[in-house]
């Protein structure tokens, strides 16, 4: 069974930037047939997509979030994290990392869902 | 580029059926078969209820079905029970290669 975990500080000040790491088990993070993203939900929000990283460290951003966003990977510890520059009080939400399916099915069907989520961490910004 | 639209809530009594619609353009719902519902309650993470429009992951009761018609999304329940008081949320992916989010729907079983 994947498994994911969401980890990192949950206070950041404003101005500077909000790390997080997303632990995967269960699974190899180096699989061709998931993509790996980081979405938020601020507290009575709905989902709002970050973005997503391949195993090739190749990266696709929210238009709206792309200037201060950076996610990279690292597949020696099964990794993924999201780095989050010039942090406000808008950016205060649960932060959650899920496995995306690009592929599934011996013929390599196209798809695109979220299978698997971690189980969030709130991240609050303030001085 | 905006959310996709959903009713902001919607209600039904137990044993009855509900639809929740989940409506785009033709660059997101209408453009491609792949849509998703996701099922969140209080405090917990989106689990995953519909992919490619109307495949049930396993494990998902077949109480929940999703269909498309041009670029409206729906997902129906049926037969209502109380453990599907929740937040609904569509998913599609996206002309722009990215994915986007409905706004959600919140159910309420009476």
């Known amino acids: 069974q994947v498994q994911l975990q969401e980890s990192g500080p949950g206070l950041v000040k404003p101005s500077q930037t909000l790390s997080l790491t997303c632990t995967v088990s269960?699974?190899?993070?180096?699989?061709?047939?998931?993509?790996w993203s980081w979405i938020r939900q601020p507290a009575g929000k709905g989902l709002e997509w970050i973005g997503r990283?391949?195993?090739?460290?190749?990266?696709n951003y929210n238009p709206s979030l792309k200037s201060r966003v950076t996610i990279s990977v690292d597949t020696s510890k099964n990794q993924f994290s999201l780095k989050l520059s010039s942090v406000t009080a808008a950016d205060t939400a649960v932060y959650y990392c899920?496995?995306?399916?690009?592929?599934?099915?011996?013929?390599?069907?196209?798809?695109?869902?979220?299978?698997?989520w971690g189980q969030g961490t709130l991240v609050t910004v303030s001085s | 580029q905006s959310a996709l639209t959903q009713p902001a809530s919607v209600s039904g009594s137990p044993g009855q059926s509900i639809t929740i619609s989940c409506t785009g353009t033709?660059?997101?719902?209408?453009?491609?078969?792949?849509v998703s519902w996701y099922q969140q309650h209080p405090g917990k993470a989106p689990k995953l209820m519909i992919y490619?429009?109307?495949n049930r992951p396993s494990g998902v009761s077949n109480r929940f079905s999703g269909s498309k018609s041009g670029n409206t999304a729906s997902l129906t329940i049926s037969g209502l029970q109380a453990e599907d008081e929740a937040d609904y949320y569509c998913s599609s992916y996206t002309s722009s290669s990215t994915p986007w989010f409905g706004g959600g729907t919140k159910l309420t079983v009476l």
């Open positions: 490619d429009v109307s």
């Open positions: 269960g699974g190899s993070i180096s699989s061709g047939s998931y993509y």
């Open positions: 033709s660059s997101d719902v209408g453009g491609y078969n792949y």
């Open positions: 990283i391949y195993t090739s460290g190749s990266t």
């Open positions: 899920a496995r995306v399916g690009i592929y599934y099915g011996g013929k390599r069907t196209p798809t695109y869902y979220f299978d698997y």
